[in-house]
Each structure stands twice: as structure tokens, then as C-alpha cells.
């Protein structure tokens, strides 16, 4: 792959991304040329996956096929289902079936968390996450240049003919991913520092945004941005209501205090995932719905909800207890 960019002159951010793919392990030439298309023209990328973009009829049959290559899969294996082309059933776990969801993915964050993913004061490597992103790829939490922070127009927002606003809620962390979106959408996007980006997050979070951790294989197989999302805009959370698994729950679930709740339905009305209902004058939670966002928590006027621990959720994306537990293993194997 090396020799194939040497004939080529190009621009410092891609001479990084390019960089990157060739370090990266068992990322190859088709791996790079989706990450390419992707981070060189989102709005058109999720415009199309999405189906808002006004060419989907004419490029949907091209899609599908670039898909099967892109996919790189055995011949014996099932073929990748692309969201917003076509609504899928939920993934059979016994299955070995490759989805759409498997390489391109969020993991549901509170606000804390997601708070730390961009204070993140060194570099970070972390590995193999099965047990916190369920998915068979594109689990990695690698972050170089995590000061590097840029607040992107969201392409999910844009490809609306109506978006929710502000466009600018998206957060891409870290290089060469970060200067990659930024040299080709300077009118797209702008670097703002840790404190500005801890500042957007609250701001989404008061709106009743979700924050997802998102996660791409054709990003290195490794997380890139955290997307503030609302249900009404977001191809994810869209997708996820059609059956297509692309979102992974927090690790916690909501949990109501029957003697503070008033049953006011605010929580109900700011619950994304339709996990809130009203029943005997209280609130009532469908835990096999409640993807432990946390949203309707700092909605309760009553301080009434609470985000628990359940372990059928998943483990939770925290920095520092993953940190602290890497280093554990590490002080282990050399002993």
C-alpha cells in the first residue's frame, strides 16, 4: 500500500491518515479507501446511508455492491447490511453473521463519561474492549493528539430538511482523524479546547441530547468522535428503532423513587429511547428499553431518577476505571 501513495502528492492531514493505515495492523487498501470516502465526504457518506440524500434511488445498487467489498469477508460468510438502505432484524447472537452495526457503531454515554473522553491529558491506548463494545469489530479506544478536539456540523443534522439546530454538536477527538475532517471542511468545523468541548456536552445534554462514543472500522477499527444525538435527526438511533443493533447501552439503567416521583411526565417526554411510561400516577421503566443515557435523570424535577449498575447492560465506557484496570494488567505481567 505504501508504493501505491508514493506517486501521489498529497495534503499533510492525509499524508497522516495515510500514515496511520499503514501502522494500523490488518487495515488495508479497502479499509483505507472507506475510511477515505468517509471522512472526506460525510454529509454525502451519511446523507446517502441515512436515505435523505437526493440521489439514494440512482447510488443505492452501487452501494450495496461497494459494501461487498468493503466487507472483505469469506465467501462462506453472510454479506454486510448497510443502515438506512434496508431495515434489519436484530443480529442472532449464534449466528455468524457480519452486520453494518459490527463496524460502525456508539456506545451510549453519560455525561460524565463522555466528559472525560475529552479530557484526556496524554495519549492513550486501550485494546480489545469486548466486555465494553460488544461488537466483533471496531473496539479499540486509541487516542494520539487527544487535545485535539473538533466540533464538527453534524451530517446526520444536515442531511434533514428540517435538523434540529445548532448543527455544530459533533466532537472528533484526536488525530489524524481530527485534522483529516478539519483540512477538507475548514467552513464545516473549527478546534475548540477540552473546557469548550465539556461545554458542548453539557449544552446537548440540557437539550436532551444523547451522547454516543462512536466507534469505525474504517477509522482504524478504533473510536473517532462523540456524536450528541437526537432521535428525530440521528442514523444511528433511527437505524437502532428498525431492529439494526448499532448502539450499545450504557452498563446502567434508570431507576425510579416511586415516594419522590410526581408523575409531572417530564422524564417521559425527554426519554429518547421510548423506555418511559406512566402507570398508577408514577413513572415506569422498560429496562429492556432504557439504554442508561441518563438524559431523563437531569430532566426529573424531583431528582426522582437514578442510573444503577446492571450488569446485563454491558460494562460502562469510563476512562479511568479502564485506565486503572490496564495498568492492573500490566504491573501483573511483569511479575
Not at 440540557?206 to 477509522?219: I, P, Q, T
Request: positive net charge.
Amino acid at each position: 500500500m505504501k508504493r501505491f501513495f508514493r506517486a501521489f502528492r498529497l495534503l499533510p492531514s492525509t499524508r497522516s491518515f495515510v500514515r496511520e493505515a499503514c501502522r494500523t495492523p490488518g487495515f488495508g487498501l479497502l479499509e483505507f479507501i472507506h475510511g477515505y470516502i468517509y471522512a472526506r465526504w460525510p454529509y454525502l457518506y451519511i446523507g446517502i446511508g441515512t436515505g435523505q440524500h437526493r440521489s439514494i434511488k440512482i447510488l443505492k445498487p452501487v452501494i450495496y455492491l461497494v459494501l461487498q467489498l468493503f466487507s472483505h469477508l469469506p465467501a462462506d460468510r453472510p454479506t454486510v447490511e448497510m443502515s438506512g438502505l434496508k431495515p434489519t432484524k436484530p443480529v442472532d447472537n449464534n449466528s455468524q453473521r457480519v452486520t453494518f452495526a459490527d463496524t460502525y457503531h456508539g456506545k451510549v454515554v453519560p455525561l460524565k463519561a463522555a466528559q472525560k473522553l475529552v479530557s484526556v491529558n496524554r495519549e492513550i491506548t486501550l485494546t480489545n474492549l469486548e466486555k465494553v463494545i460488544p461488537y466483533s469489530m471496531a473496539r479499540d479506544l486509541i487516542l494520539n493528539n487527544p487535545e485535539h478536539i473538533l466540533l464538527l456540523e453534524c451530517p446526520c443534522r444536515a442531511s434533514r430538511p428540517n435538523p434540529c439546530l445548532p448543527l455544530d454538536v459533533c466532537l472528533v477527538v484526536g488525530e489524524p482523524i481530527a485534522g483529516f475532517v478539519h483540512e477538507h471542511h475548514p467552513r464545516r468545523s473549527r478546534w475548540i479546547t477540552s473546557a469548550e468541548a465539556i461545554r458542548v456536552l453539557q449544552e446537548t445534554d440540557s437539550r436532551g441530547n444523547v451522547h454516543h462514543a462512536f466507534f469505525k472500522e474504517a477509522m482504524f477499527g478504533r473510536f473517532f468522535a462523540i456524536c450528541n444525538c437526537c432521535s428525530c435527526c440521528c442514523g444511528a438511533m433511527q437505524a437502532f428503532y428498525n431492529g439494526i443493533p448499532m448502539l450499545a447501552a450504557s452498563g446502567y439503567v434508570n431507576r425510579v423513587d416511586t415516594e419522590r416521583c410526581t408523575g409531572c411526565e417530564t422524564c417521559v417526554d425527554s426519554c429518547g429511547f421510548n423506555a418511559l411510561s406512566m402507570a398508577d400516577r408514577a413513572v415506569r421503566v422498560n429496562e429492556s428499553l432504557c439504554m442508561g443515557c441518563g438524559i431523563c435523570v437531569s430532566k426529573c424535577p424531583q431528582e426522582a431518577l437514578k442510573l444503577i449498575r446492571e450488569p446485563s447492560k454491558g460494562e460502562p465506557l469510563e476512562l479511568d476505571a479502564l485506565l486503572a484496570d490496564n495498568e492492573d494488567r500490566l504491573r501483573a505481567n511483569r511479575l
